[in-house]
């Protein structure tokens, strides 16, 4: 079973970057597919971006397509989220996850089809 401990969160001003990391221990990190997803408080868990266990295919959420953009390094078990053109609505807990399979963009999309998460790391954009 994989354990994940996202990091790199914070307070930014809208139009800053941020990078947040996951660094994943427990398991065959190449293997799985793995996903980034944020939770603003009232609101559910949403998707923003995943990236196959090959990094060779990525999927993103319509909102953050063209300013996030998610990697992974499959020697270091580690998988980020760049995160620039920040906006004060992109304020949340943003949640690493992996899961064991890619498919389509609405499969990757459903926070059901990952069975491990992290603790989540808060970002919080000012205006």
């Known amino acids: 079973q994989v354990q994940l401990v996202e990091s790199g969160g914070g307070l930014v001003q809208a139009g800053d970057s941020l990078r947040l990391s996951c660094a994943a221990s427990?398991?065959?990190?190449?293997?799985?597919?793995m996903g980034w997803f944020r939770q603003a408080p009232g609101k559910e868990r949403e998707f923003a971006a995943a990236?196959?266990?090959?990094?060779?295919?990525?999927t993103y959420a319509d909102s953050m397509k063209g300013r996030f953009t998610i990697s992974r390094d499959n020697t270091k078990n580690t998988v980020s989220l760049q995160m620039n053109s920040l906006r004060p609505e992109d304020t949340a807990v943003y949640y690493c996850?992996?899961?064991?399979?890619?498919?389509?963009?609405?499969?990757?999309?459903?926070?059901?089809?990952?069975?491990?998460w992290g603790q989540g790391t808060q970002v919080t954009v000012s205006s």
């Open positions: 996850a992996a899961g064991n399979a890619y498919g389509t963009s609405h499969y990757n999309s459903q926070t059901s089809n990952y069975p491990y």
């Open positions: 427990g398991g065959t990190f190449g293997r799985y597919t």
């Open positions: 990236i196959k266990w090959s990094g060779a295919a990525t």
